[in-house]
């Protein structure tokens, strides 16, 4: 699967937007970009998943550039149980199996 | 609907003896994967399984790890002679399909090794 890169760590205060970049300019035309999140002590959550199209759902949006080369993880209203480790991970559509390659992500800090 | 069952929550094991992580996946899954998180790293896959079938195991230890699914009851990890660098959270997954599916994490094992 091809790589992606994030920053380490972004902050934001409570009630405001978060927008989490992702960068995978090597990406193929056939990877899908994943968002899962993990919060202290949990497992990852899955966030949000898409190919091409911006795509929205009830946890989040996710904005994905035109040439797919980078792509972004909106939270439209950051609420203090937001804060974990945000994670932008690319899985081959199709032809291999959901195995996921975490990398370090990016620690999300929410200040009240 | 409950989601992904793993337990115990917390295992202590000396040195040498064997340890059994369990994994119980949502109604319906019949994929399941286990990560493994070192303390201070981020997580690493270790194994992939369907029912009754091992389909990845890329990411085990060559020696002392096991992993199975079978037919009835929970996916199970096993160590065997387990040694300090043991010592991680390790979680379970499942998801309805194989491709391009979410997937649902349980909560984790915290294996500590004295």
């Known amino acids: 699967d091809a790589k992606t890169t994030q920053p380490n760590s972004m902050e934001s205060n409570e009630e405001e937007p978060v927008h989490l970049p992702c960068n995978h300019s090597t990406i193929s035309g056939t990877d899908y970009i994943h968002w899962y999140r993990q919060l202290p002590s949990q497992g990852p959550e899955y966030v949000i998943h898409?190919?091409?199209s911006n795509v929205n759902n009830r946890m989040a949006s996710l904005a994905i550039a035109e040439d797919r080369k980078s792509s972004t993880l909106i939270l439209h209203r950051a609420t203090l149980r937001d804060a974990a480790v945000y994670y932008c991970?690319?899985?081959?559509?199709?032809?291999?199996?959901?195995?996921?390659?975490f990398g370090q992500g990016t620690i999300l800090t929410v200040h009240p | 609907n409950a989601g992904v069952m793993q337990n115990p929550r917390h295992l202590v094991r000396r040195r040498g003896q064997e340890a059994r992580l369990r994994c119980s996946p949502m109604k319906g899954h019949s994929h399941v994967y286990w990560y493994r998180q070192l303390p201070e790293e981020g997580l690493k896959f270790m194994v992939y399984?369907?029912?009754?079938?091992?389909?990845?195991e890329s990411g085990m230890p060559k020696e002392r790890f096991s992993a199975e699914f079978p037919k009835e009851g929970p996916s199970i990890l096993r160590i065997q002679q387990v040694v300090r660098g043991d010592s991680a959270a390790y979680f379970c997954?499942?998801?309805?399909?194989?491709?391009?599916?979410?997937?649902?994490f349980g909560d984790g094992t915290r294996l500590s090794i004295l």
């Open positions: 898409g190919l091409t």
């Open positions: 997954a499942s998801s309805p399909g194989a491709f391009n599916q979410p997937q649902h």
């Open positions: 399984l369907q029912k009754e079938n091992i389909i990845d």
């Open positions: 991970i690319l899985i081959t559509g199709g032809t291999s199996y959901g195995k996921l390659t």
